[in-house]
């Protein structure tokens, strides 16, 4: 199955992509070490996690604190 995950600021701009493509079914963890796509350091707040497949899309909030 494909999935992506991404993270958005709180304005919904990108910020990075976590993880994208195949996957098997199963557990699996995806951790953010608080940088962009370019590997700046982003400022602390309130973040929005997608996590996306072919049958659904969920979002979530998180903080980041430093």
Request: proline residues 3%.
């Amino acid at each position: 199955m494909h999935v992506e995950i991404t993270v958005y600021d709180i304005k919904g701009r990108l910020v990075t992509t976590l993880a994208s493509g195949q996957v098997t079914a199963g557990n699996h963890k995806v951790s953010w070490d608080g940088k962009d796509s370019e590997g700046h350091r982003v400022a602390p707040g309130i973040y929005l996690c997608r996590l996306a497949t072919p049958e659904r899309t969920v979002s979530r909030k998180m903080a980041l604190m430093r």
